[in-house]
């Protein structure tokens, strides 16, 4: 069975750095691409970008390049999702998912971790 | 970008009865890359179509998706009280994915 287990809740300050992580099992962590996707309070979601972590190839979408970093360590079989210096605009639930490609439909999904950012 | 737009914004049906949701693309969508999600309060969305008519391993036959170029429908045959939750719809034909604003549907 499929499973992607990802941290756990964070409340953090304006201006800290934080590193979420999705936990992969069940299948070939190399072999598949792990996307991230964020959804704010109350609203839709948002395909952050995706990483291949057998030779931790990333694809950022545009509106995300430079505010996250995304990342991967094989040997752990799992993948990260990095900020550098949040903003109370980064309080969200982000969501960890598997893809067959690194523009494929998303078939399995992490809980997703919410993250709080108090400015 | 590819811009989806999901109407209506919410629908409210009775159980039992038929539901069509449906997602417009402000271009068309390569081969018909189209995907629904399921999302339901407190859950993590769950995969129900892709390549726009396929069901997904476990979904039940009384979700379909039809659709192509940039028109798409998911229906809902017969709404079962579990059925009733947020649907996306997805375009993962080009960069960057995107995702349309939802569709609830309500008793």
């Known amino acids: 069975e499929v499973r992607l287990v990802q941290s756990g809740a964070e409340v953090k300050k304006s201006g800290e750095s934080l590193k979420i992580s999705c936990k992969a099992s069940?299948?070939?962590?190399?072999?598949?691409?792990i996307a991230w996707v964020r959804q704010m309070p109350g609203k839709g979601l948002e395909w952050m970008g995706v990483i291949y972590p057998g030779d931790s190839d990333v694809r950022y979408n545009p509106s995300f390049q430079g505010q996250v970093s995304i990342s991967a360590d094989q040997s752990r079989y799992t993948a990260y999702l990095q900020w550098s210096s949040l903003k109370a605009s980064d309080s969200a639930m982000y969501y960890c998912?598997?893809?067959?490609?690194?523009?494929?439909?998303?078939?399995?999904w992490g809980q997703g971790t919410l993250v709080t950012v108090s400015s | 970008e590819i811009v989806l737009t999901q109407s209506p914004g919410t629908l409210s049906s009775p159980p039992w009865e038929r539901a069509t949701l449906s997602c417009r693309a402000s271009q068309s969508v390569d081969s018909s890359y189209l995907a629904w999600y399921q999302q339901k309060p407190g859950q993590a969305p769950r995969l129900l179509i892709y390549?726009?008519?396929s069901r997904a391993a476990g979904i039940p036959d009384r979700f379909s998706g039809s659709g192509s170029g940039t028109d798409f429908t998911l229906t809902i045959s017969r709404l079962e009280p579990e059925d009733f939750a947020v649907y996306y719809c997805?375009?993962?034909?080009?960069?960057?994915?995107?995702f349309g604003g939802g569709t609830k549907v309500e008793v």
């Open positions: 390549g726009a008519s």
């Open positions: 069940g299948y070939s962590f190399s072999h598949y691409w």
């Open positions: 998912a598997k893809s067959d490609f690194w523009s494929g439909k998303l078939d399995s």
């Open positions: 997805q375009q993962y034909g080009s960069s960057p994915l995107t």
